[in-house]
């Protein structure tokens, strides 16, 4: 998110509003997520006069529930193939909210761009090679300030549609009822 701040500056300057949320905890021995963390901070006092930045730093099952239901857009970044799963983004495909996230875990089956939510980097979808931060970092802008950000702003109605798809087509196929029924098919009876 903050790879290249003044492009990053330059769309909110278009857009408008704009507010970002992190949340989450590094783990006592985890340099590198508190580093994150603290990069965050320092986003946030150099950014304070063009965007909202919020860190909830203690993130739990509660907040998480409030967060998956209450944002308008769901940012997921994670190194692939190291995504497990990304229920947080399922549940908020659950809520109507969209992912723009890199394609890892579920994501791979759930994206359907521009009517499910958006990719990071789509031209990597099916090789996994290590992530190159600039290029994500790239798709990421492009995609806010392309596509995202207009859609949201311009009217509402695509982006409500956009919602409405997350709902029908990822909360209908991604959800407890239907991994159940696979590990029984596959892992039981395969």
């Given at each position: ?23 989450g905890k590094a ?164």
């Amino acid at each position: 998110m903050f790879t290249d701040v003044e492009r990053l500056e330059k769309i909110c300057g278009k857009a408008g509003r704009l507010q970002l949320v992190f949340a989450g905890k590094a783990h006592p021995k985890d340099e590198a997520g508190k580093q994150l963390i603290h990069r965050i901070f320092q986003m946030k006092e150099r950014l304070t006069n063009h965007i909202q930045l919020t860190y909830l730093a203690d993130y739990n099952l509660a907040m998480a529930r409030l967060l998956t239901s209450g944002v308008d857009l769901w940012v997921n970044t994670p190194q692939p193939p190291m995504e497990a799963s990304g229920t947080s983004g399922m549940k908020a495909a659950m809520n109507g909210i969209p992912s723009l996230s890199v394609l890892d875990g579920w994501w791979i089956e759930g994206l359907i761009g521009g009517v499910t939510g958006w990719s990071i980097g789509e031209e990597r979808r099916a090789v996994q090679k290590p992530r190159d931060i600039p290029y994500d970092a790239a798709c990421l802008y492009d995609k806010l300030e392309g596509e995202i950000i207009p859609l949201y702003y311009g009217g509402h109605d695509g982006y409500i549609d956009v919602m409405r798809h997350a709902i029908a087509l990822n909360g209908s196929f991604f959800n407890t009822q239907r991994m159940l029924q696979q590990y029984v098919a596959r892992a039981y009876f395969g």
